[in-house]
């Protein structure tokens, strides 16, 4: 991600609000875009400047409360995605066709279909980004 422009903070070691009010000085973020359900999608609106955008792709086992008021008043615009309908898989398609090394840079490793169990393994250690599989 970070070779795509994209600045990570590990939430864990710093606080995710202070560090994008010091990256973006002090205006906030232009979106948001939560894909691991974990339950920060306020913390997501909170470093958004107005106007900001949040998309919400991950699956949350349990509902997350959210201050509506907060966007209202900051006109927050929110979007969420299941990432399976065709339009989306068309121009995931493309872009990876226009800009193969964009693909390339976000899958971490690639597995035979043989070598399947060792590809999930490798994701549920959280020591891959994206895992590949050739299918003979």
Not at 1 to 16: P, T
Not at 23 to 38: K, L, M, P, R, V
Request: charged letters at 25%; a negative charge.
């Amino acid at each position: 991600s970070r070779k795509l422009g994209a600045i990570v903070v590990n939430v864990e070691k710093e606080n995710l609000k202070d560090k994008v009010m010091e990256i973006s000085g002090g205006e906030g973020a232009d979106f948001f875009i939560e894909t691991s359900g974990a339950p920060i999608i306020q913390q997501g609106f909170d470093i958004l400047k107005s106007g900001g955008e949040a998309l919400l792709v991950g699956y949350s086992p349990k509902p997350q409360p959210i201050n509506a008021l907060d966007v209202v008043l900051r006109e927050l615009t929110l979007k969420g995605s299941s990432g399976y309908n065709d339009e989306t898989w068309k121009t995931g398609l493309k872009i990876v066709a226009d800009h193969p090394s964009i693909a390339k840079s976000v899958i971490s490793h690639v597995f035979n279909f043989d070598d399947l169990e060792k590809g999930f393994q490798v994701m549920l250690d959280r020591k891959a980004i994206k895992v590949a599989v050739n299918y003979p």
